[in-house]
């Protein structure tokens, strides 16, 4: 019984290219995140969703876009790629409550050429 | 803004040896939550310990333990009796109640175990 579910685990695409990230958690959390993981291991957040509506959204380009057709799905779809997106990118969910740990999905390696 | 320091990109311990990974945070708030979390060669996310920050106690989990010192805002992992499988990324990370209530976290400690 997968938690937190990502689709695909890896995606290669051209620059220019348009994609998107499945995301999906079955455990009743109210809130999901986006991360992109660099090169260098480092996390950031990018986005969070609850309750459908768009929390925080840090500084990330507007090529990226969370998409949340219900609480348990937060797909990410990327336009215009490029080089610099390359990097693995975690969902996550959690309950709107910071005593809890967030899960996340096994990673999406992203490699754009 | 929260940050969240580790200062050891790298460490190494002996199998069956302990090894402390050090973290430190920066933060206003007074109400706060810390984690660790353990990233396998897997890629997977996997929560290794938590810690409330308004608890004294330090927590514990089997092998795994943590320095918690809030006035120095400190919050080390301690490892013991050190095995092959817990060879990983370890990091740091920090919560508030506060907006989106996502995960802070630090930069990483790659954890090697020799046999």
């Known amino acids: 019984d997968t938690a937190v579910s990502q689709t695909p685990k890896y995606l290669v695409t051209q620059m220019g290219n348009d994609k998107s990230i499945k995301c999906e958690q079955n455990?009743?959390?109210?809130?999901m995140y986006w991360y992109k993981q660099d090169s260098k291991k480092f996390l950031k957040i990018m986005f969070s969703y609850n309750n459908k509506e768009l929390i925080i959204n840090e500084t990330v380009p507007n090529r990226f876009s969370p998409k949340s057709p219900d609480k348990a799905h937060l797909n990410l779809h990327i336009n215009s790629l490029e080089l610099g997106d390359s990097a693995v990118y975690f969902c996550a969910s959690s309950l709107l409550t910071a005593n809890t740990e967030a899960f996340f999905g096994q990673g999406t390696r992203l490699t754009v050429v | 803004a929260q940050t969240v320091t580790q200062s050891q990109p790298e460490m190494s311990v002996q199998e069956a040896e302990t090894v402390t990974l050090s973290c430190t945070y920066d933060t206003s708030e007074s109400d706060y939550y810390l984690f660790w979390y353990k990233q396998p060669p897997s890629r997977q996310m996997i929560l290794v310990i938590r810690?409330?920050?308004?608890?004294?106690q330090n927590a514990t989990e089997n092998r795994f333990s943590v320095n918690f010192q809030k006035a120095a805002k400190s919050f080390s992992l301690k490892i013991s009796d050190s095995q092959l499988g817990d060879a990983a990324m370890y990091f740091c990370a920090y919560r508030i109640h506060e907006g989106a209530n996502n995960l802070f976290f630090g930069t990483g400690t790659r954890l090697t175990v020799i046999p």
């Open positions: 455990l009743g959390h109210d809130t």
């Open positions: 810690q409330e920050a308004y608890k004294q």
